[in-house]
């Protein structure tokens, strides 16, 4: 079964740091693109950041950039997001999902979410 | 960025009613569109894909149509498992979007 286990959320002060984390099973990781979408509680969804199978690619939403990173470790079936100079506009839930690049990008398999506040 | 607009916000059906969700573009994404349906608590889960492309395993009264600007999810009869929120996700440029969801009840 394939299957995406996120970790690492939690409670942080504005201006701190977090790294998520997300493991992958059931699929061959190397293989695909990943990304990471959250969603503010009670609010609707927003793509985050995605990188490519190499790790040489990777895009973001222009509200994190030069603040959050994405990488991966294909040896441990792993994907990060290092998020520096939180805000409390990223509270959120961070969903990291397998990317699908074909004549379309999809996220056909999900992890079932990580917390991330982010109040003083 | 690609602005992803959807209507109606909310809506409330019967039981074998056909449900249409339309989700417009601010310029033309192509086909490079996607509808996600998540229930409350629960990740997203892929329905649709390139417009009108049916994701495996996915129920067959789930449908999806358009290209250019204008896109629409329809459920043919709406099952008592269909109420949840509805987004649709534009995936021809970065920064991907997504619509702010259309949430589906069950009279």
């Known amino acids: 079964e394939m299957q995406l286990l996120e970790s690492g959320g939690g409670l942080v002060q504005p201006g701190g740091s977090l790294r998520l984390s997300c493991v992958a099973s059931?699929?061959?990781?190397?293989?695909?693109?990943m990304t990471w979408v959250r969603q503010i509680p009670g609010r609707g969804l927003e793509w985050v950041a995605n990188?490519?199978?190499?790790?040489?690619?990777?895009f973001y939403v222009d509200s994190v950039k030069g603040r959050f990173t994405i990488f991966r470790d294909d040896a441990k079936n792993s994907l990060y997001l290092q998020m520096n100079s939180l805000r409390a506009e990223d509270t959120a839930v961070y969903y990291c999902?397998?990317?699908?690049?074909?004549?379309?990008?999809?996220?056909?398999?999900w992890g079932q979410g990580t917390v991330v506040t982010v109040s003083s | 960025a690609i602005q992803m607009t959807q209507s109606p916000s909310s809506l409330s059906a019967s039981v074998g009613d056909r449900v249409t969700i339309a989700c417009r573009a601010s310029?033309?994404?192509?086909?490079?569109l996607g509808w996600y349906q998540q229930k409350p608590g629960k990740a997203p889960k892929l329905l649709i894909y390139?417009?009108?492309s049916l994701q495996s395993g996915v129920p067959s009264r789930f449908s999806g149509s358009g290209s250019g600007t204008d896109f629409t999810l329809t459920i043919s009869s709406l099952q008592p498992e269909d109420s949840a929120t509805y987004y649709c996700?534009?995936?021809?440029?970065?920064?991907?979007?997504f619509g702010p969801g259309t949430k589906v009840q069950i009279k």
């Open positions: 999902a397998r990317q699908v690049v074909t004549s379309s990008d999809v996220f056909d398999v």
């Open positions: 059931g699929f061959t990781f190397s293989s695909y693109w």
């Open positions: 990188i490519n199978r190499e790790g040489s690619e990777k």
């Open positions: 310029q033309g994404i192509r086909n490079d």
């Open positions: 390139s417009a009108s």
């Open positions: 996700l534009q995936d021809n440029n970065y920064p991907f979007t």
